[in-house]
Protein backbone atom coordinates (compact mmCIF):
# COMPACT_ATOMS: atom_id res chain seq x y z
CA UNK A 1 0.00 0.00 0.00
CA UNK A 2 0.92 3.58 -0.92
CA UNK A 3 0.24 5.15 2.57
CA UNK A 4 0.11 8.94 0.25
CA UNK A 5 -1.78 7.75 -2.12
CA UNK A 6 -5.19 10.04 -2.35
CA UNK A 7 -7.63 6.63 -1.59
CA UNK A 8 -8.27 4.52 1.73
CA UNK A 9 -5.11 3.33 1.53
CA UNK A 10 -3.46 6.53 4.05
CA UNK A 11 -6.19 5.98 6.00
CA UNK A 12 -6.12 2.31 6.31
CA UNK A 13 -2.74 1.69 6.91
CA UNK A 14 -2.56 4.58 9.67
CA UNK A 15 -5.60 3.12 11.50
CA UNK A 16 -3.56 -0.43 11.90
CA UNK A 17 -0.87 1.30 13.01
CA UNK A 18 -2.74 3.07 15.89
CA UNK A 19 -4.13 -0.41 17.04
CA UNK A 20 -0.62 -1.60 16.82
CA UNK A 21 0.59 1.45 19.08
CA UNK A 22 2.84 2.49 16.22
CA UNK A 23 1.65 5.85 16.77
CA UNK A 24 4.78 7.41 15.07
CA UNK A 25 4.51 5.97 12.02
CA UNK A 26 0.51 6.74 11.69
CA UNK A 27 1.17 10.13 12.54
CA UNK A 28 3.41 10.40 9.82
CA UNK A 29 0.89 9.03 6.82
CA UNK A 30 -1.95 10.82 8.42
CA UNK A 31 0.12 14.52 8.54
CA UNK A 32 1.23 13.29 4.85
CA UNK A 33 -2.22 12.70 4.04
CA UNK A 34 -3.65 15.87 5.53
CA UNK A 35 -1.38 17.84 3.27
CA UNK A 36 -1.33 16.12 -0.06
CA UNK A 37 -5.08 14.70 0.11
CA UNK A 38 -8.01 16.81 -1.66
CA UNK A 39 -9.71 18.69 0.75
CA UNK A 40 -13.00 16.32 0.74
CA UNK A 41 -10.72 13.39 1.70
CA UNK A 42 -8.84 15.07 4.54
CA UNK A 43 -11.48 14.92 7.49
CA UNK A 44 -11.29 11.20 8.46
CA UNK A 45 -7.28 11.40 8.08
CA UNK A 46 -7.50 14.62 10.86
CA UNK A 47 -9.45 12.60 13.07
CA UNK A 48 -7.49 9.48 12.76
CA UNK A 49 -4.67 11.95 14.15
CA UNK A 50 -6.91 12.97 17.27
CA UNK A 51 -7.28 9.45 17.79
CA UNK A 52 -4.19 8.75 17.49
CA UNK A 53 -2.77 11.53 19.70
CA UNK A 54 -5.22 10.54 22.68
CA UNK A 55 -4.11 7.21 22.71
CA UNK A 56 -0.80 8.85 23.57
CA UNK A 57 -1.89 11.11 26.22
CA UNK A 58 -0.54 13.72 24.05
CA UNK A 59 -3.74 15.77 25.41
CA UNK A 60 -2.72 18.82 24.61
CA UNK A 61 -2.31 18.12 20.89
CA UNK A 62 -5.28 16.21 20.58
CA UNK A 63 -7.07 19.05 21.72
CA UNK A 64 -6.04 21.62 19.84
CA UNK A 65 -6.72 18.99 16.60
CA UNK A 66 -10.03 18.56 17.87
CA UNK A 67 -10.80 22.37 18.37
CA UNK A 68 -9.37 23.08 14.37
CA UNK A 69 -11.43 19.92 13.11
CA UNK A 70 -14.87 21.69 14.93
CA UNK A 71 -14.21 24.50 12.83
CA UNK A 72 -13.25 22.90 9.64
CA UNK A 73 -16.19 20.24 9.43
CA UNK A 74 -19.50 21.64 11.26
CA UNK A 75 -21.92 19.51 12.79
CA UNK A 76 -24.67 18.71 11.48
CA UNK A 77 -27.99 20.74 11.51
CA UNK A 78 -30.40 17.80 10.45
CA UNK A 79 -30.04 15.91 14.27
CA UNK A 80 -27.90 13.14 11.97
CA UNK A 81 -23.99 12.02 13.10
CA UNK A 82 -21.36 13.62 11.05
CA UNK A 83 -19.63 11.26 8.52
CA UNK A 84 -16.43 9.58 10.12
Request: net charge negative; charged share 30%; proline share 6%.
Amino acid sequence: LDPTAVDWSAEWLANRYIREARFEEADQILRSHMATAPFDRRERSHWLLITSLRHQARWDEAMALAREFRERVPAPTDGSAPIM
